[in-house]
Nanobody, 119 residues
Framework: QVQLVESGGGLVQAGGSRRLSCATS????????MGWFRQAPGKERELVAA????????YYADSVKSRFTISRDNAKNTVYLQMNSLKPEDTAVYYC????????????WGQGTQVTVSS
């Protein structure tokens, strides 16, 4: 059973940067296309970025395009989300999981990591 552990969140001023990490257990991490999601209070969880198994192809939601960068290190079983030029509307709990553009099911969700952007 693959477990997902997100970290790196915190409080950041608007315009600042933050790097999130998603560590996974299990030896099959490199077999999965992964995604970063976020859920703001009162809103549905949304996909913000995704990456294929090798890291050669990425996807970004329009709201984060050119500001966020997803990457992965298969040797470390970790996927990253570099967030730059943060805006207050980026405030949310961020999660990683399987890329829904590839898979129809999700792994068990982790606890997520809170990112709060102050204006």
């Amino acid at each position: 059973q693959v477990q997902l552990v997100e970290s790196g969140g915190g409080l950041v001023q608007a315009g600042g940067s933050r790097r999130l990490s998603c560590a996974t257990s299990g030896r099959t991490f490199s077999s999965y296309a992964m995604g970063w999601f976020r859920q703001a209070p009162g809103k549905e969880r949304e996909l913000v970025a995704a990456i294929n198994r090798s890291g050669s192809s990425t996807y970004y939601a329009d709201s984060v395009k050119s500001r966020f960068t997803i990457s992965r290190d298969n040797a470390k079983n970790t996927v990253y989300l570099q967030m730059n030029s943060l805006k207050p509307e980026d405030t949310a709990v961020y999660y990683c999981n399987l890329n829904p553009r590839v898979y129809s099911n999700y792994l068990e969700w982790g606890q997520g990591t809170q990112v709060t952007v102050s204006s």
